[in-house]
Every structure is written in structure tokens, then in C-alpha cells.
């Protein structure tokens, strides 16, 4: 009995090693991963732009501090390019708009862009003398 007893020692310290090993070896890459899906799914920053009291939040406004948070993000680039959007109310109209305005609230709304390394939108908002823009990818 002794003797049985003796033999399973080492090999239930080996079955405990390689536990702990595997127990590593999963926590790292739980950690792999989740600091992955962070870096991917983190909001971006939202860039102030100071604005003249009394004025309007254009479709010319927009697209310009749209332009400058773009370029401020690191995303502007040579090819980059407006991307015009359509409500079923302007099918019979040719004219593009590319500043979609908060029906509820006309001091925010949101512009696209398309680069070469994909789509983005620039929310955009005016409170006070501050425009507010931040970025999002589309999907």
C-alpha cells in the first residue's frame, strides 16, 4: 500500500504542473484578447473646435470641421473623399447634400467620409461657440 502510494506522488505533481501551466497559458490569452477588443471597440475622441457666437451650423461649416477632425484623428488622406447621402424625399433631386441634419436638433447631424482605408462618420454638434466632432467607422 506504501508503495502505491509513493508511485502516484510524481505523477499527480506532474498532472498539478501542467494544470498550472495551461491555467498561464489561458490567462494570457484572455488578456491577448481582451486588450485587443478594447483597442477596437473604444470610442474616439471628441475634438473641439471653437466657433463665432450666432453662427449657423452649415452644410460648408460641417464639412470643414468634419475635414479637421479627420486630418487631427490621423484618418484624412490624399483620396479622401465626400460620401453624399439621399432621403426617400429628394429622389427626384440631383443636387448632393452631404451635411445630414438632426431633424429635432439642427445644431448636430453627421458627415461621411470614404478613404482609401475604408468609410467614416463625423458626428457633429454646436453648443455654444464649441463645434464637437467625433468619429466612427462604417461598417
Request: include cysteine; charge should be positive; glycine fraction near 8%.
Amino acid at each position: 500500500m506504501e508503495e502505491t502510494r509513493m508511485s502516484l506522488v510524481p505523477s499527480l505533481r506532474f498532472v498539478l504542473c501542467i494544470a498550472g501551466v495551461l491555467v498561464v497559458l489561458l490567462g494570457l490569452v484572455v488578456t491577448a484578447i481582451v486588450i485587443t477588443m478594447w483597442l477596437w471597440l473604444r470610442p474616439s475622441p471628441t475634438y473641439h473646435f471653437p466657433i463665432p457666437p450666432g453662427t449657423a451650423l452649415t452644410e460648408s461649416i460641417a464639412i470643414e470641421f468634419s475635414k479637421k477632425a479627420m486630418v487631427a484623428d490621423g484618418k484624412a488622406s490624399p483620396g479622401m473623399q465626400l460620401e453624399p447621402y439621399r432621403t426617400p424625399g429628394q429622389l427626384g433631386d440631383n443636387k448632393n447634400r452631404y451635411f445630414a441634419v438632426n431633424t429635432i436638433d439642427p445644431n448636430s447631424g453627421y458627415v461621411h467620409w470614404m478613404t482609401p482605408q475604408g468609410s467614416y462618420g463625423v458626428r457633429i454638434e454646436r453648443k455654444g461657440t464649441q463645434i464637437m466632432c467625433r468619429i466612427y467607422r462604417l461598417k
